[in-house]
Nanobody, 126 residues
Framework: QAQLVESGGGSVQAGGSLRLSCAASGYTYSSNCMGWFRQAPGKKREGVAIRRSDGRVTYADSVKGRFTISQDNAKNTLLLEMNSLKLEDTAMYYC????????????????????WGQGTQVTVSS
């Protein structure tokens, strides 16, 4: 069964760091497109960091230079390193995967991924 499980969220002061993890089943981990999204109350879901299976990685403009997406292939885990966190980074963060998205597999592209985790909350305070 397809399964994505996020962990690593929590509360942190502005300027701090968090590392999110997403454990994936084998066939979701090998999807063409995988990445991290976030959604804050009253706001639309947005792509934060997206990785295509050919290695192409894109980030939302708001997180460039602060967030890094990576994979631990030995553990089938998708990671998101978040540094220099800001108040506006507060949101529920989700990992997602889709086996078919290709051309629009980038931050700002498709958001209707086939598989989603349950989400992990990130709260940044001043």
């Amino acid at each position: 069964q397809a399964q994505l499980v996020e962990s690593g969220g929590g509360s942190v002061q502005a300027g701090g760091s968090l590392r999110l993890s997403c454990a994936a089943s084998g066939y979701t981990y090998s999807s063409n497109c995988m990445g991290w999204f976030r959604q804050a109350p009253g706001k639309k879901r947005e792509g934060v960091a997206i990785r295509r299976s050919d290695g192409r990685v894109t980030y939302a403009d708001s997180v460039k230079g602060r967030f890094t997406i990576s994979q631990d292939n030995a553990k089938n885990t998708l990671l998101l390193e978040m540094n220099s966190l800001k108040l506006e980074d507060t949101a529920m963060y989700y990992c997602a995967a889709d086996p078919g998205i290709w051309t629009r597999c980038y931050a700002g592209g498709r958001t209707d991924f086939a598989y989603w985790g349950q989400g992990t909350q990130v709260t940044v305070s001043s």
